[in-house]
């Protein structure tokens, strides 16, 4: 099935660990995105890429980090430097450009620290 | 500031009843707007997405309308049923230089359809 993947559902992390949360979609995209969704919040960027081994800082980028060797993945590296980790976190592609064009989400993976 | 704004926060409506969402944006400038369902713990998915050009698109029992002129969309919602009970969000693209169209999120509304 065609479609955007995200692993693990949900991940526990101890205080001064980096975590890397996977994210893989096969539906040709070249556009891929990270998001983070607070309770009451709107999704905020995090980092998004429009091209293989490249990418950008989006609003919250601090304590972040993403790779992006292959087309269909970038993972996302949550580091110590985050202060407040715990959240749900969503990655997203979609093709680049046009008015009409549409993003599609993965499952989400819920990071809580303990 | 770019800004999407969406009322109620929260809504309870009985099974089989209407209902109407509320989005106003403050995006500049504008390439589309979608609503998305988000069931708890899911990813959104789409429900529908409108152009400029576009003030109504229908998808099953939901209707979506945009007012570009004065930046406000609304999500109807029809014959509800207990599936229906998630957070829809409004999502503004902007366009921007070089193909990127960046995404800016409302707070979303939460329903509970209850029977």
């Known amino acids: 099935d065609g479609g955007i993947t995200q692993s693990p559902k949900y991940l526990f992390r101890k205080e001064g660990q980096n975590v890397t949360l996977s994210c893989e979609q096969n539906?040709?995209?070249?556009?891929m995105y990270w998001y983070r969704q607070d309770p009451g919040q709107g999704l905020r960027l995090i980092y998004y890429?429009?091209?293989?081994?490249?990418?950008q800082k989006g609003d919250i980028a601090e304590g972040y980090s993403v790779s992006r060797e292959k087309k269909e993945s970038f993972p996302l590296t949550v580091t110590s430097a985050q202060k407040n980790p715990t959240a749900f976190y969503l990655c997203?592609?979609?093709?680049?450009?046009?008015?009409?064009?549409?993003?599609?989400f993965g499952q989400g993976t819920r990071l809580t620290v303990v | 500031k770019n800004q999407v704004e969406q009322s109620p926060q929260s809504l309870i409506i009985l099974e089989g009843k209407n209902c109407t969402l509320q989005?106003?944006?403050?995006?500049?400038?504008?390439?589309?707007l979608r609503w998305y369902k988000q069931d708890t713990g899911r990813g959104p998915v789409s429900l529908t997405i409108?152009?400029?050009?576009?003030n109504t698109k229908s998808n099953g029992r939901y209707t979506a309308t945009l007012d570009a002129d004065t930046k406000q969309s609304s999500l109807h919602i029809t014959a509800s049923q207990l599936s229906d009970s998630a957070s829809y969000i409004c999502?503004?693209?902007?366009?921007?230089?070089?193909?990127?169209?960046?995404?800016?999120f409302g707070a979303g509304t939460r329903l509970a359809v209850h029977p």
């Open positions: 539906l040709n995209h070249d556009a």
């Open positions: 999502v503004v693209s902007a366009n921007r230089f070089g193909g990127y169209n960046k995404l800016i």
């Open positions: 997203a592609s979609s093709m680049v450009g046009g008015a009409g064009t549409e993003a599609f």
């Open positions: 409108m152009t400029f050009s576009e």
């Open positions: 890429s429009q091209i293989v081994n490249d990418f």
């Open positions: 989005c106003n944006y403050t995006v500049s400038p504008f390439s589309n």
